[in-house]
T-cell receptor
Framework: AQSVAQPEDQVNVAEGNPLTVKCTYS??????LFWYVQYPNRGLQFLLK??????LVKGSYGFEAEFNKSQTSFHLKKPSALVSDSALYFC????????????FGRGTSLIVHP | EPEVTQTPSHQVTQMGQEVILRCVPI?????FYWYRQILGQKVEFLVS????????KSEIFDDQFSVERPDGSNFTLKIRSTKLEDSAMYFC???????????????FGPGTRLTVL
């Protein structure tokens, strides 16, 4: 069975500081990893994904994520946070074998303080 | 940029009533999905649909639920006899279907908030 852990319910960061939202996963075969963002009363918006290739993936709005196979992690990062980045962030994983339905983490609330 | 749309944005119904939630996926996408998110909880997969049939479904998707693609554009989720615990946000998503869906990016609609009284 595949699973995703987002160990922090909430991350607080000051505007202009770097941010990290953590995600670890467990999956059969090679992982396909995704980050989505959800603003209040909105659907999930795709940020970026890792399928294969370079471990550092760049996505929308200046976000990037680093795939680390040995640590089974896919942490989301941004060098300089904006207040408008405040939202709920979901990590998702699917495996190269078995179901192609992604499993989502519980979400991490990112709060960027002015 | 093309997007997934859903109607209505909010549906209030009485317990035991039937509801139909509607979605218009992105036009060249081949896979369609329904998810739900109970307030404050994780996003849960309900069902996926490809080539006019269900390709996968979760334990949540029991006989109370059904999906249909009645025409070339709409994708619907029907809940036959709603229960209080069906209250949630329901998201439709679609994906292109590259590589048979594996590794596909799913694009989500804005959701329908279902409230069962």
């Amino acid at each position: 069975a595949q699973s995703v852990a987002q160990p922090e319910d909430q991350v607080n960061v000051a505007e202009g500081n770097p941010l990290t939202v953590k995600c670890t996963y467990s999956v059969s075969g090679n992982p396909y990893l995704f980050w989505y963002v959800q603003y209040p009363n909105r659907g999930l918006q795709f940020l970026l994904k890792y399928i294969t290739g370079d471990n550092l993936v760049k996505g929308s709005y200046g976000f990037e994520a680093e795939f680390n196979k040995s640590q089974t992690s896919f942490h989301l990062k941004k060098p300089s946070a904006l207040v408008s980045d405040s939202a709920l962030y979901f990590c998702a994983v699917m495996g190269s074998g078995g179901s192609y339905i992604p499993t989502f983490g519980r979400g991490t609330s990112l709060i960027v303080h002015p | 940029e093309p997007e997934v749309t859903q109607t209505p944005s909010h549906q209030v119904t009485q317990m035991g009533q039937e509801v139909i939630l509607r979605c218009v996926p992105i036009s060249n996408h081949l896979y369609f999905y329904w998810y739900r998110q109970i307030l404050g909880q994780k996003v849960e997969f309900l069902v996926s649909f490809y080539n006019n049939e269900i390709s996968e479904k979760s334990e949540i998707f029991d006989d109370q639920f059904s999906v249909e693609r009645p025409d070339g554009s709409n994708f619907t989720l029907k809940i036959r006899s709603t229960k209080l615990e069906d209250s949630a946000m329901y998201f439709c998503a679609s994906s292109q279907g590259l590589a048979g869906g594996r590794g596909d990016t799913q694009y989500f609609g804005p959701g329908t908030r279902l409230t069962v009284l």
